[in-house]
């Protein structure tokens, strides 16, 4: 890498890293574009759970639902609370790195492939996990590909940027 690849856009270096020039980004956006929108859905997938087995946190939601206790014990309510809460762990973790990685230029067909591999192990742990159940290890490989991928990057980033600081 030389000083020009750190640069996200300037006058000496040209057109962006972070701009819909570049094709590496463009996967990001879309990448991370659907992570978000399958976070979203995992708010409504939870209501979806709490409406269905009448399983209510708050006193206010029960005149809804016309039950008279509040619960928080369904395990179908909880596997899919864990499996948003765990999004919230590692979607973001993943977002944030990955863009930081686009940002110090790395070889395109790599960028793209760690991308687009790790967005979809996220996707498929989503549904082995709250949607479709499967026994482990699968759901343990769909996380540890995404978070392989994640170290790979923050490496790469920190090996760019450590001459800067």
């Known amino acids: 890498m030389n000083n020009e ?8 270096t040209g057109p962006g890293l972070l701009n819909k020039s570049n094709p590496v980004f463009c996967c990001y956006l879309f990448w991370s574009s ?6 979203l859905l995992m708010s409504l997938l939870t ?3 709490r409406i269905k087995t009448k399983t209510f946190a708050n006193p206010e939601d029960l005149r809804v639902a016309k039950t008279s206790d509040v619960r ?3 395990p179908n309510v909880e596997r899919v609370r864990r499996a948003h809460r765990n999004d919230l762990e590692n979607v973001l973790p993943f977002l944030l790195m990955s863009l930081a990685y686009v940002a110090c230029g790395p070889h395109p067909l790599t960028a793209k492939l760690l991308i687009r591999i790790g967005a ?13 159940p499967l026994p482990q290890p699968t759901r343990a490989l769909c996380f540890f590909i995404t978070f392989g991928i994640v170290c790979f990057e923050a490496i790469y980033v920190l090996i760019a940027a450590v001459k800067y600081i």
Not at 5 to 12: H, L, Q
Not at 34 to 39: H, S, Y
């Open 5 to 12: 690849t750190i640069n996200m856009s300037g006058p000496e």
């Open 34 to 39: 659907l992570l978000v929108l399958k976070m």
């Open 47 to 49: 209501a979806r759970q």
């Open 72 to 74: 928080f014990n369904d």
């Open 120 to 132: 979809s192990a996220r996707l498929l742990h989503t549904i082995v996990y709250a949607v479709l």
